[in-house]
């Protein structure tokens, strides 16, 4: 400050004009050399060596002039002239001239150094001004601290910041205010001599006599004060606020993680490429992959829908070449299945700081089931009136000044209106008494002006006629479009039949703790190390080592049971709270430690709490020491039920064997009554009496046969009993040929039956048709006799590898039961639907159905069970071989029928397998 005070009061003093006085010193002698040499003109052409020592000596005009005397005494030289004077002369005051003009200059610059030094020093002032002004209005921490390891100065936010007044600054340690890995850091910068100047930056905590601490960046700098001593300056910044804005945006990203993994869209975004650089948690499922971190460095032609990849790539290239984003466009996706999924997408370019685009950001969802369900969209306002006429819950709408707007029916018929509208206009005080009507009313009022819902809050309702009843209301707030609140709507159940249950719950509950502290099995919760908190009695009387129950709390398997059993169980338990997976129903051998062996049925559960949060486990273990000790008895009592389930097995397949050799025997004994009737029909009665008219016309053979009346019929006689028998003939083969085709089958229902108790029956190569032709041809003479209309609708079906007599008996049991169904109709109509049909390129569909008395659809699922019949003659054995029968070709046989009087069909489905599986 002294040095630009003196520059100041120096810049204020005249200025030393020596250029001013040299100037005119040299004008004035150059004016007198012009002078003289104007008066010596005329003889300028002379020389001067004559007159110049009267000249030198002061001629008439050298006394006058005032340096006369001087110039008296100059000696000139020979020959010098007036000019060569004059120019001497002229070129001395040049010279004077020249210094003088140089003398300005200098003045001149030394004024325009002083006036900027001046102005420089004034410059200087006002920065220092602003410099302390600065520092001390300054909201970072400046202080200093010299290399005793005291503060020696700070500015008015850190004093404010520590609690301290300037003068008490030498009272306060180090270590009171900042960390101590703070101030070993500048006691180590005040003890190296060689360290940088460059500020050490570090982040730190400093704390004030009050408590308070703050997270503060320090600069630290080591220098030197004016005396030469190290100190360090300290400059410091509260990143508190940061800190804080730190922790809530690592929240806020933890946060917006969650929500982007907890969204039902899926979310993604890549690079500039089309590479993904990020996606959320749903997105990575449909990709297949574990978690979201696996998309990263992933294009689409990696992903499952790689076939749709360069469509996907050129939307995104589209997005980011014009920067226009596309919303809601519908598209399709390949899912990992080949299945495709309809998807409504919106895609938006990515810009950086600098607006330039750096990649596109995606959602979808997925629409295929609201594509689906679009035509259900159209039933919504249906729906909503649907509900508000059924549903026993009472349903309102309310004003913003509690007056009814809607309701349900059941509002109307709890309160007995004629008038549906009657209470549109009304409020709760025109039903209710003022008990309930009041609190109603501020409860709706309430949720208007917060916009906070009422759920489930039980209200007492007290009537104009006296009655209270009880109900269960949620109210929540009614909005516009705009989101405006314009009233509250409600749902009440009336619940007070529940109120009247109260008591009868809480006994039931009692009964429900007796039970806990009864049962006979073990229940026990352990904490995630595996220790006892909580168990049933069971468990205790089941310890007899332990005293009380305050005794097992804390302690683990390890404390009851042998290292054998307590491991396994421990690593159980763990393996629980780790994945969650239960183990359900282990039989578990019990080691004590006393030496008793328990066996237990051991079920155990993760125990979550509120949250989700798996916390330790619980379980329930049966004690089955008893049964184990049973299981020899239980053996030998297996053994004897096998040997009866055997003797059982075979007195049903001989049942089986006498009802599908019964089935043929009928159709061969109706054979043999057509044979014996039509045998019994004695038409050529007269046929004996043809020998003995011939014997008795010999030798006039010709005149009997001719003119006799007799013998002319004779030869038309003989040609008509000719044609009977050869009728008879035809008609006796034939059933002979059936009776024997019966046969044939008892015979292959024994070999088949007998092939039940040795080996699995032989399969062959059969067409279907040829199947179902066989099956009708042993039924046919039943069909004809009772005037069934067959009806045969044969789809092309390829031949099939099948156990021929097991299809044959099937078909045999449900032609023949059609033809019982039909006849018992009594319909003049019967009619029986032989069919054959493909299902797929896995099936052969037989198929029998009738028109007939139709079965009553409780008897639709016994009509396969052993011994059901609805015949008073039947045994049930038919429809049950079937059904196994059909069971064992790997198909099913199932029933249909629409009601009595409306028919049945039956359908037997064989899969079709190649004769390589087979054998």
């Known amino acids: 400050m002294d040095l630009k005070q003196t520059a100041r009061d120096e810049a204020r003093e005249p200025v030393v004009q020596p250029g001013r006085f040299w100037w005119i010193a040299g004008s004035l002698t150059a004016a007198a050399g012009f002078l003289l040499a104007l008066a010596h003109t005329p003889v300028m052409g002379s020389r001067a060596m004559a007159s110049a020592p009267s000249l030198m000596a002061g001629g008439p005009t050298g006394g006058d002039q005032p340096g006369g005397r001087t110039m008296a005494q100059v000696s000139i030289p020979a020959g010098w002239t007036v000019q060569q004077s004059a120019a001497v002369i002229s070129f001395l005051s040049a010279i004077a001239a020249g210094m003088g003009v140089w003398g300005l200059w200098l003045r001149r610059q030394v004024a325009l150094r002083t006036r900027a030094l001046q102005e420089r020093l004034e410059r200087e002032a006002a920065l220092e001004r602003s410099f302390r002004e600065l520092i001390e209005q300054a909201h970072d921490f400046i202080f200093t601290v010299d290399g005793s390891g005291r503060f020696r100065s700070g500015n008015p936010s850190f004093q404010r910041a520590v609690g301290v007044e300037s003068a008490t600054w030498t009272d306060i340690a180090l270590e009171d205010v900042l960390s101590p890995p703070c101030c070993e850091t500048i006691r180590r910068l005040l003890e190296d001599e060689t360290a940088s100047d460059a500020p050490l930056r570090i982040e730190t905590r400093l704390r004030g006599p009050s408590g308070r601490e703050l997270q503060v960046e320090l600069s630290l700098r080591r220098t030197q004060a004016v005396d030469g001593s190290p100190v360090v300056q300290c400059i410091g910044r509260d990143i508190t606020a940061r800190k804080q804005m730190e922790e809530e945006l690592f929240r806020s990203r933890q946060m917006l993680r969650m929500i982007l993994d907890a969204a039902p869209n899926r979310i993604f975004w890549k690079d500039r490429n089309s590479v993904y650089l990020g996606c959320n948690r749903a997105f990575a499922e449909d990709c297949g992959l574990p978690d979201p971190d696996a998309i990263v460095g992933k294009t689409d032609y990696d ?34 299945d080949g299945s495709i999924a309809w998807l409504r997408t919106s895609k938006v370019p990515i810009r950086d700081a600098r607006g330039e685009i750096i990649g596109v950001l995606g959602t979808y969802e997925d629409i295929t089931a609201v594509r689906q369900a679009q035509e259900a969209l159209a039933h919504a306002s249906n729906l909503f009136q649907t509900m508000m006429e059924h549903c026993p819950d009472m349903i309102y709408f309310k004003d913003r000044q509690s ?48 916009g906070r819902p009422i759920v489930g809050k039980l209200e007492k309702e007290t009537h104009a006629d006296g009655r209270v009843t009880w109900a269960l209301t949620t109210k929540v707030p009614w909005r516009n479009a705009q989101g405006e609140i314009i009233g509250t709507f409600g749902i009440s159940k009336d619940i007070t039949e529940l109120k009247q249950a109260e008591d009868q719950l809480r006994y039931e509950r009692e009964l429900f703790q007796t039970l806990l502290d009864n049962i006979p099995d073990a229940i026990y919760f352990k904490d995630r190390q595996s220790r006892f908190v909580r168990f049933s009695r069971a468990l205790l009387d089941k310890l007899p080592q332990v005293g009380q129950a305050q005794d097992l709390v804390g302690k683990t398997d390890f404390d009851i049971f042998t290292e054998e059993h307590a491991r396994p169980a421990f690593e159980d338990e763990q393996r629980i709270i780790a994945t969650g997976e239960p183990v359900i129903g282990k039989v578990e051998k019990e080691t004590h430690k006393d030496g008793r062996v328990t066996w237990c049925l051991t079920t155990k559960m993760p125990w979550r709490n509120a949250r989700g949060e798996i916390i330790g486990t619980f379980g329930i273990s049966k004690d089955i020491t008893e049964l184990k000790k049973a299981e020899a008895e239980l053996e030998q009592v297996h053994r004897r039920l096998v040997d009866a389930s055997r003797l059982a097995g075979m007195a049903e397949v001989a049942s089986d064997v006498l009802h599908n050799v019964g089935n043929v025997l009928n159709s061969i004994n109706v054979s043999c009554s057509m044979l014996l009737d039509r045998v019994r029909q004695n038409r050529f009665a007269n046929l004996a009496r043809v020998p003995q008219l011939l014997r008795e016309h010999i030798g006039h053979l010709d005149h009997f046969l001719t003119e006799d009346p007799r013998g002319k019929h004779l030869p038309g006689y003989l040609e008509a009993v000719s044609q009977a028998l050869t009728e008879q003939q035809e008609f006796l083969l034939a059933e002979l040929g059936q009776v024997r085709d019966h046969v044939e089958h008892i015979k292959q229902i024994v070999a088949m039956q007998q092939n039940y108790a040795r080996l699995a029956g032989i399969e062959e190569q059969i067409d279907p048709t040829q199947l179902m032709e066989d099956a009708l041809r042993i039924n046919a003479a039943a069909l004809t006799r009772h005037t069934v209309n067959l009806v045969r609708e044969f789809e092309p079906a390829p031949p099939i590898l099948v156990d021929r007599h097991k299809v044959l008996q099937i078909l045999v049991n449900l032609i023949r039961n059609a033809k019982y169904a039909v006849s018992d109709s009594g319909r003049p109509d019967k009619r029986i639907i032989a069919r054959i049909r493909r299902e797929g390129e896995a099936w052969l569909v037989l198929e029998i159905e009738d028109n007939g008395v139709g079965i009553p659809a409780e008897n639709l699922t016994k009509i396969f069970t052993h011994g059901f019949t609805t015949r008073p003659n039947g045994h049930g054995f038919g429809l049950h071989s079937s059904a196994l029968a059909a069971k064992a070709l790997g198909g099913t046989l199932t029933a249909h029928s629409d009601g009595p009087g409306r028919g049945a069909r039956f359908t037997l489905r064989i899969p079709y397998k190649s004769s390589t599986a087979t054998s």
């Open 303 to 336: 992903l499952p829908w790689h076939t749709d990849a360069e469509r996907y790539r050129a939307d995104d290239q589209e997005v980011m070449s014009t920067g226009q984003a596309k919303i809601n466009y519908e598209e399709p996706q390949t899912r990992p």
């Open 403 to 450: 007056r009814f707007v809607h309701y349900s029916r059941a509002f109307v018929e709890r309160y007995g209106l004629t008038d549906p509208n009657a209470l549109i206009g009304k409020t709760d005080f025109d039903i209710f008494t003022e008990e309930h009507a009041r609190p109603a009313y501020e409860d709706e009022q309430e949720i208007m002006r917060t």
